[in-house]
């Protein structure tokens, strides 16, 4: 098939879930079909600013076309719009489609495209529904758009716009059965066709990688770990609190925190914040923690999570998020919380029981076996594009 992935942004050094969901599903399944990204030129998430040239180039054997952002985003806008519809009950619609077009990034030209040449990609594909570039780009091709709403349960997801937006796509892609849910409620109705696929990844060559990437950073021998932006949406603020209140309760383990951080880390020598972290201190510390800690409270899929269960490391959750709850849940890979209390508990648990430990990373592991390898997913993936194909076919005949 000839098809379109439509992404607010693309590229090898773009770290966020959405992208790079975008990014690995378009490598794997340029073999198969034939595939043009359609992109904006924008790489940071903030601001929106164009930093790659306009134009049509091929990148890890992918065809990638990008478009240029027509204004950066005005962040005091977006934010003083944030504030409107979210905060006052009844915001008039106009201004729900102002917050997605304020959101960004906006890059005309790609909608034009799709105005022009949407009839020209047998299946377009759309990813994160929140961005401008998938709000107003899939009306344009409704009859042959897939949606991957990678939908989280924020505030943004119940924008009224959204009931008329998430019912529009000839199908649907999503990450978990959570996802699903929360988007077919929106909707008001089942969305079909759909198919959960989840994220695809390969076995770890080596899940008992030598400890000398992190011995050289002197991580202890006992520690914890979270892993991703270390941002108060991320559920990192509680985090901290809640393991200060554990240390301060005669617990003896450290908590490393790896990746760029929005929040002041506390000045506590069982508290290591060691920022950006290149890959194979990545790897050493998935392997080598006692446990993942994950205390996001929106998640449409945990990636982090897939990768510690990867390594056979258990996981401690935020149960008021439903998809990790649920993730854990399914893969009987971990522990979860609701309070400082059951933190403390669960924490407390997970590191003085090593067979209980070790029992709950390898059920992850078994359960990202069953559930996430590439052969898996892609057949999912393809079996839900030749459904909306031939459903399409029949409706023409």
């Known amino acids: 098939m000839k098809l379109a992935f439509v992404v607010h942004r693309y590229g090898g050094g773009i770290a ?20 043009t990204v359609l992109t904006t030129c924008a790489r940071d998430y903030v601001t929106r600013e164009n930093a790659y040239p306009p134009g049509v180039s091929v990148e890890d054997g992918v065809r990638v076309h990008r478009f240029p952002v ?3 985003r005005n962040l005091k806008l977006f934010a003083d719009l944030s504030d409107e519809v979210f905060d006052d009950v009844g915001s008039p619609p106009e201004r729900e489609v102002a917050w997605f077009r304020a959101n960004g990034p906006d890059a005309p030209a790609l909608l034009d495209h799709l105005r022009r040449h949407g009839v020209d990609y047998d299946l377009v594909l759309f990813w994160a529904f929140r961005y401008a ?13 897939v949606l991957v709403p990678t939908a989280e349960e924020d505030p943004a997801v119940d924008l009224d716009v959204l009931t008329d937006f998430f019912a529009r796509p000839a199908g649907y892609l999503f990450l978990t059965p959570e996802e699903e849910a929360l988007v077919s409620t929106r909707a008001g109705r089942a969305l079909r066709p759909s198919r959960v696929i989840g994220m695809g990844l390969e076995p770890e060559n080596d899940r008992h990688p030598s400890r000398e990437a992190i011995d050289r950073l002197g991580i202890p021998r006992d520690f914890v770990l979270y892993l991703g932006r270390v941002d108060r949406n991320k559920g990192c603020a509680t985090l901290l609190e809640y393991f200060q209140e554990y240390t301060d309760a005669g617990g003896q383990t450290t908590l ?4 760029p951080s929005t929040l002041t880390i506390p000045d506590q020598p069982r508290i290591r914040a060691l920022g950006y972290v290149e890959d194979a201190v990545r790897h050493a ?13 929106y998640e449409s899929l ?11 490391t258990p996981a401690l959750v935020n149960a008021h998020c439903k998809v990790l709850q ?9 522990l979860y919380y609701r309070s400082s209390r059951e933190f403390q508990e669960a924490l407390s648990w997970l590191l003085s029981n090593d067979a209980g430990r070790r029992d709950l990373g390898e059920q992850g592991l078994a359960y990202v076996e069953r559930e996430y390898r590439w052969p898996t997913v892609l057949e999912r993936v393809e079996r839900l594009l030749e459904e909306v194909t031939r459903q399409r076919s029949a409706a023409r005949a």
């Open 16 to 35: 966020g879930g959405s992208e790079m969901h975008c990014r690995q599903l378009a490598g794997r399944l340029a073999s198969r079909h034939d595939i």
């Open 70 to 72: 027509s204004r950066p």
């Open 133 to 145: 570039p998938t709000y107003f780009g899939l009306p344009l091709v409704a009859e042959r758009a």
């Open 256 to 259: 490393v925190l790896a990746g």
């Open 285 to 297: 510390l998935l392997a080598h923690t006692r446990a993942l800690i994950v205390p996001s409270p």
């Open 302 to 312: 945990s990636i982090v999570l897939l990768e510690a269960w990867n390594h056979a």
């Open 326 to 334: 649920g993730q854990v849940r399914r893969a009987n890979g971990g």
